[in-house]
């Protein structure tokens, strides 16, 4: 499988953004998909994450209720959508998959696939 992340931009503080990774391959159907994230100078976090057969989602505790995750396996595409932004969520955002195992891992060496990231900048 591989991953093309876009949507990312400029917007300002309150504002929102939505994150699209578009896959090729067979298999994205059967994938659980993620996003992560990495701020200049910090190691790279998990921010959310989406089960490949019933939609179950995992948020990090600094998203909740401010970002959403979905998928449309018909176009093989995941999305995160980014509310209520804040300066602190300024990183480039990876979209991930994962084969096997629970749906969602905290830990990023634990994800078999990665999109080259998009940059979001949320301005003060």
């Known amino acids: 499988v591989q991953l093309q992340a876009s949507g990312g931009g400029l917007v300002q503080a309150g504002g929102s953004l939505r994150l699209s990774c578009v896959a090729s391959g067979r298999t994205f159907g059967v994938t659980n998909m993620g996003w992560f994230r990495q701020a200049p100078g910090k190691e790279r976090e998990f921010v959310a994450a989406?089960?490949?057969?019933?939609?179950?989602?995992y948020f990090a505790d600094f998203v909740k209720g401010r970002f959403a995750i979905s998928r449309d396996n018909a176009k093989s595409t995941v999305y995160l959508q980014m509310n209520s932004l804040k300066p602190e969520d300024s990183a480039v955002y990876y979209c991930?998959?994962?084969?096997?195992?629970?749906?969602?891992?905290?830990?990023?060496?634990?994800?078999?696939?990665w999109g080259q990231g998009t940059l979001v900048t949320v301005s003060s």
């Open positions: 991930t998959g994962k084969r096997s195992g629970s749906y969602y891992s905290l830990v990023d060496s634990e994800y078999d696939y």
């Open positions: 989406i089960s490949w057969g019933d939609g179950r989602t």
